[in-house]
């Protein structure tokens, strides 16, 4: 009788203890979702940059800080909570439980929302 984590890595096993290997296919597509995450995240870190970098004269210093950092901060939730995904769905996968919400998605829908109402009435009022 073969042991269920027999040829695992002691990382594998250590973050997704137990359970069944999935199929490969949902394993990968697992990853996929995560690295569009991962370059979600990077768009919004890049676009507090570039605000931050950019867009001097456009906007009030107080506003433009607050707006690039609301921007950062947002990409670096979207970061982690992927990460969080991630384990959270392969962990489900491989113990047959539903998965969970995609709890990110809020966040990512806010973190747009905001961003872009702030801009609208940055630019109209100049």
């Not at 939730?77 to 919400?101: C, D, F, N």
């Not at 809020?106 to 009022?125: K, M, R, S």
Request: glycine residues 10%.
């Amino acid at each position: 009788m073969t042991e269920p984590d027999q040829g695992r890595g002691w990382l594998a096993r250590r973050v997704l203890p137990g359970g069944e290997e999935p199929d490969p296919r949902f394993t990968l597509a697992n990853e996929r979702t995560f690295l569009a995450w991962v370059r979600t995240a990077l768009a919004f870190l890049a676009g507090g940059l570039a605000l931050e970098a950019f867009a001097i004269e456009a906007f009030p210093e107080p506003l433009r800080k607050a707006l690039a950092m609301f921007l950062v901060a947002t990409g670096m939730l979207i970061s982690a909570g992927a990460a969080v995904r991630w384990v959270s769905i392969e962990s489900s996968m491989r113990h047959g439980k539903p998965l969970p919400l995609p709890i990110i998605v809020p966040l990512l829908g806010l973190g747009g929302a905001v961003t872009a109402a702030v801009v609208i009435i940055l630019i109209a009022l100049n």
